[in-house]
Antibody
Framework: QVQLKESGPGLVQPSQTLSLTCTVS????????VHWVRQPPGKGLEWMGR???????SYNSALKSRLSISRDTSKNQVFLKMNSLQTDDTGTYYC????????????WGQGTLVTVSS | DIVMTQSPSSLAVSAGETVTINCKSS????????????LAWYQQKPGQSPKLLIY???TRQSGVPDRFIGSGSGTDFTLTISSVQAEDLAIYYC????????FGGGTKLELK
């Protein structure tokens, strides 16, 4: 069955770079789109960016200057890198995928909590 | 960017009641090429990841109980939960996928 799992550091210092990995199983990254969504504590969901099945990427305009999404299809992994982190980047980061190349988020990882603090 | 506005932000209900959650988009989500509305609804229970309930504004995801009903078109959408059960207490989000992706601010369903 489809599974996604996020991994990365739980604590990042201000001004540093966040690196997260989403490891997927049950589907191929060349067939499904994978997105990153984040959620500050007690707040709503924010779409961050997408890795399309064909390798194209798109980003939230508010984050575009700081954000990069890449992948390694041989390892079934999608990567998120975001620089210049501040305290308001604290939150739970989810990777999520569509069914095929559709546009709603059918599958979600468990999320990983990232705290930005010195 | 398309802005999604949900109302109310919270709602207190008793088991068995019918509830309505509203979602309004800043521009139409109806694509003339296929007459489909590019809107989804998600449910997020405490401590859990969001779960897809509805897509194309009114199509239930496989396994979602039929008491969850999505309706609306253009810029105004509604999620109706008939005969609310205790397990439905959660935060509900609408999301547009017409132009990139944005979520509404959420509606928290609580017990009265």
């Amino acid at each position: 069955q489809v599974q996604l799992k996020e991994s990365g550091p739980g604590l990042v210092q201000p001004s540093q770079t966040l690196s997260l990995t989403c490891t997927v199983s049950g589907f191929s990254l060349t067939s499904y789109n994978v997105h990153w969504v984040r959620q500050p504590p007690g707040k709503g969901l924010e779409w961050m960016g997408r890795m399309r099945y064909n390798g194209d990427t798109s980003y939230n305009s508010a984050l575009k200057s700081r954000l990069s999404i890449s992948r390694d299809t041989s390892k079934n992994q999608v990567f998120l890198k975001m620089n210049s982190l501040q305290t308001d980047d604290t939150g739970t980061y989810y990777c999520t995928s569509t069914e095929g190349i559709l546009n709603w988020f059918a599958y979600w990882g468990q999320g990983t909590l990232v705290t930005v603090s010195s | 960017d398309i802005v999604m506005t949900q109302s109310p932000s919270s709602l207190a209900v008793s088991a068995g009641e019918t509830v309505t959650i509203n979602c309004k988009s800043s521009q139409s989500l109806l694509y003339s090429g296929n007459q489909k509305n590019y809107l989804a609804w998600y449910q997020q229970k405490p401590g859990q990841s969001p779960k897809l309930l509805i897509y194309w504004a009114s199509t239930r995801q496989s396994g979602v109980p039929d008491r969850f009903i999505g309706s609306g078109s253009g810029t105004d959408f509604t999620l109706t939960i008939s005969s609310v059960q205790a397990e439905d207490l959660a935060i509900y989000y609408c999301q547009q996928y017409y132009d990139t992706w944005t979520f509404g601010g959420g509606t928290k369903l609580e017990l009265k």
